[in-house]
Nanobody, 124 residues
Framework: QVQLVESGGGLVQAGGSLRLSCAAS????????MGWFRQAPGKEREFVAV????????YYADSVKGRFTISSDIAKNTVYLQMNSLKPEDTAVYYC?????????????????WGQGTQVTVSS
């Protein structure tokens, strides 16, 4: 059974950094793309970043480009989201997702598996 477990969320001041982790298990992910999405209270879930499991293809939402970096560690079966220069508007529950989608994609419905989410709160 596929499991995605996020960790690393917390409370940080504006301008600070956090690194989120997504530990994946239950199958071989070599053909998967791994995405990060977020959902703020009262808002729809939105795309943040995606990476091909091998790490050779990435794509970011414009709102995080230049501040966030997605990476993968195949040996550890883990995907990371390094978040720098955090802003209050980055406050949300962050979700990890996995999908055999063939390319980088920003559409949540294309992903097959989801984690439970981790809360990120950025204070001003």
């Amino acid at each position: 059974q596929v499991q995605l477990v996020e960790s690393g969320g917390g409370l940080v001041q504006a301008g600070g950094s956090l690194r989120l982790s997504c530990a994946a298990s239950g199958r071989t992910f070599s053909s998967y793309y791994m995405g990060w999405f977020r959902q703020a209270p009262g808002k729809e879930r939105e795309f943040v970043a995606v990476i091909r499991w091998s790490g050779d293809s990435t794509y970011y939402a414009d709102s995080v480009k230049g501040r966030f970096t997605i990476s993968s560690d195949i040996a550890k079966n883990t995907v990371y989201l390094q978040m720098n220069s955090l802003k209050p508007e980055d406050t949300a529950v962050y979700y990890c997702a996995a999908g055999r989608i063939g390319t980088v994609a920003a559409v949540a419905g294309l992903y097959d598996y989801w984690g439970q989410g981790t809360q990120v709160t950025v204070s001003s």
